[in-house]
């Protein structure tokens, strides 16, 4: 079959590769101009470790890994009350999501046709197929579309709805980005437990200079998702300015990092993950929220059973995305239970 997947972070490149295995012409979209290359670390948990292996990268990725060996728990001044094992925060590997990015994209690159910088803008569909507009190139018409475009998924938005239908806010937003490693961290994090609803990560893994840093206050709503990047940095500095000690630093340097990143702690509900010719997969469809840890798991794993619900009913697109949503659910609700739980911990 000829298939359109829009995004090219993990889940669709994922998929991609599953696609071209068993023998389809696939196009990953993606309206960025190129990869991405912000976001934390990604953790690895149970079953996504065959997923890794059928994708033939689970060596590539094990040689990413953060190695971080704990998580010290700070009190509001900053000092050290307690610490966390690391799998808390980096489950049984933990990557820096970037390194996966990169290595799904160099693994199909030169099988499936990738166009960066575009997005779909119209979907219609029939029995024989789905006719797709774009907002840089000429329509064309696919056997099947896959939204593996995140949270606020322009597939599921022209399809299944507004965002407002299926993004559940968790009462959690934030950022992170790079600095320098003002807490000498050693492969170790650090959380910093603030008063009022706000908490600091930091982490320093590879490079001992470096550390990761990420700040975290309670909101009503995910509106600041869709503001420009300088609104999103007011309101972080309006909610960390009585923060004493180490947060004027860490504003400072969030202003000048070029691997800026914000997100809300949501979740994606629908009713049902398929409509037609077209289907969504990872966060566009089911997202648990990174507070939940399983996020790419999800999307992994999610991508490894609807190709393999695909390959087993032939030309059936029906019954395979009905076989895929039955046995995808489960998972679903379990970590999205465990999403909100890791919300209301931070938004303590």
């Known amino acids: ?62 040689a990413h890994a953060t190695g971080i060996t704990g998580t010290d728990l700070l009190d509001a001044d900053g000092d050290r009350v307690g610490e966390w094992p690391p799998e808390v925060f980096s489950g049984e590997l933990e990557v820096p999501k970037r390194e996966l ?77 790079s600095t320098a490693n003002h807490l000498h961290l050693d492969h170790r994090g650090a959380l910093w437990q603030i008063p009022g609803g706000r908490a600091s990560y930091l982490y320093s893994a590879a490079d001992p200079d470096r550390m990761s840093a990420s700040l975290f206050f309670a909101t009503d709503s995910p509106a600041l998702d869709l503001l420009s990047r300088a609104e999103q940095e007011q309101a972080i500095r309006e909610r960390m300015a009585d923060v004493g000690r180490l947060m004027p630093r860490l504003l400072e340097d969030m202003a000048a990092a070029d691997d800026f990143y914000f997100f809300s702690a949501a979740q994606v509900r629908v009713d049902r993950w398929s409509a037609g010719r077209v289907v969504l997969l990872g966060d566009a469809g089911y997202c648990a929220s990174p507070t939940s840890g399983l ?17 087993a009913s032939g030309t059936d697109h029906t019954k395979a995305f009905e076989g895929y949503e039955r046995e995808m659910r489960p998972y679903v609700t379990e970590n999205q239970e465990l999403g909100v739980e890791g919300a209301q911990r931070m938004a303590a």
Do not use: C
Request: aromatic share 8%; glycine share 10%; no cysteine.
């Open 101 to 177: 990015t990169r290595i799904l994209h160099e693994h199909t690159a030169d099988a499936v046709r990738y166009v960066f910088g575009d997005s779909i803008n119209r979907i219609e569909q029939d029995e024989d197929g789905v006719r797709v507009g774009f907002e840089r190139a000429e329509p064309d018409t696919y056997d099947l579309v896959v939204g593996a475009d995140g949270i606020y998924s322009v597939v599921r938005r022209l399809v299944f709805g507004p965002h407002a239908d299926a993004v559940r806010h968790l009462g959690l937003s934030g950022a992170g980005f």
């Open 295 to 311: 996020g790419t798991s999800q999307a992994l794993i999610g991508a490894s059973t609807l190709a393999r619900h695909l390959a």
């Open 1 to 62: 079959m000829k298939i359109l997947i829009s995004g090219a972070s993990v889940a669709g490149p994922a998929l991609a590769r599953f696609l071209h295995r068993d023998g389809h012409r696939v196009t990953v979209v993606e309206r960025a101009p190129s990869l991405r290359r912000s976001g934390w670390a990604i953790d690895f948990r149970g079953t996504v470790f065959e997923v890794l292996e059928e994708l033939g990268i689970l060596a590539e990725v094990r």
